[in-house]
């Protein structure tokens, strides 16, 4: 009873590198999505996805990609790291139900520091 | 511009008593709201949520209220425990999307 399992934990980048985080859910949810989390900004919304092969922007999508090859895997690619990428990053994931009542399955999280 | 406000950083409440978060929003297209709990070094967990079209939802210690008049929605836990310790965040959905907009949570503490 995996969920939600984002590797890695923790990692520490260079200004400049590159890096990609892993998300992946085995609940057969078609709703998966990428926030970051910073003190006293909340939880804010990356990018998402409703179903493999199709991805949105959310509120602040500057300097990360997605894709979603597959119903499972929601990988997120920093291509040239910042400061300003320094955060927590939480993956998540939700069937469709178009009601949006069930709420999300969230990872635990990966802390990210840019140097 | 947030469209989902929670505008108390920070609550203390005793033991066995009422512990009320609140959560202001803007959008008036946002049907759902939710309620998040989230502990240190762990992801958000799925709290209770509401649908636009009522006014109360109540799930054990848990009870959310919506007034859409004033685009407001609370959460109250009765009573309050020791473990209900963490900080919580409110979460609007915008109808016919599927992007979920949250508050900047409030950290509660519940003194024994």
């Known amino acids: 009873n995996a969920g939600v399992t984002q590797t890695p934990k923790f990692q520490v980048l260079k200004t400049g590198q590159s890096m990609t985080l892993q998300c992946a859910q085995d609940?057969?949810?078609?709703?998966m999505s990428w926030y970051r989390q910073d003190p006293g900004m909340g939880l804010r919304l990356i990018h998402y996805s409703v179903g493999a092969g199709i991805t949105d922007q959310g509120e602040v999508p500057n300097g990360y990609n997605v894709s979603r090859s597959t119903t499972e895997d929601f990988p997120l690619r920093l291509l040239s790291a910042a400061p300003s990428q320094t955060s927590v990053y939480f993956c998540?994931?939700?069937?469709?139900?178009?009601?949006?009542?069930?709420?999300?399955?969230f990872g635990s999280g990966t802390r990210l520091t840019v140097v | 511009d947030q469209q989902v406000k929670q505008n108390s950083p920070s609550l203390s409440v005793q033991e066995g008593r009422i512990s009320i978060l609140n959560c202001d929003y803007t959008?008036?297209?946002?049907?759902?709201f939710l309620w998040y709990k989230k502990y240190p070094a762990e992801g958000p967990t799925f709290l209770i949520s509401?649908?636009?079209?009522?006014d109360k939802n109540e799930d054990g210690r848990f009870t959310v209220f919506l007034n859409k008049s004033a685009k407001h929605l609370s959460l109250h836990i009765v009573p309050s425990q020791p473990g209900d310790s963490a900080v919580y965040f409110c979460a609007a959905k915008e109808s016919g999307t599927y992007k979920y907009i949250f508050g900047t949570g409030t950290r509660l503490k519940v003194l024994a």
């Open positions: 609940m057969n949810h078609e709703y």
């Open positions: 998540a994931s939700s069937p469709s139900s178009v009601t949006g009542s069930y709420g999300y399955t």
């Open positions: 959008n008036s297209m946002f049907d759902y």
């Open positions: 509401i649908s636009s079209i009522k």
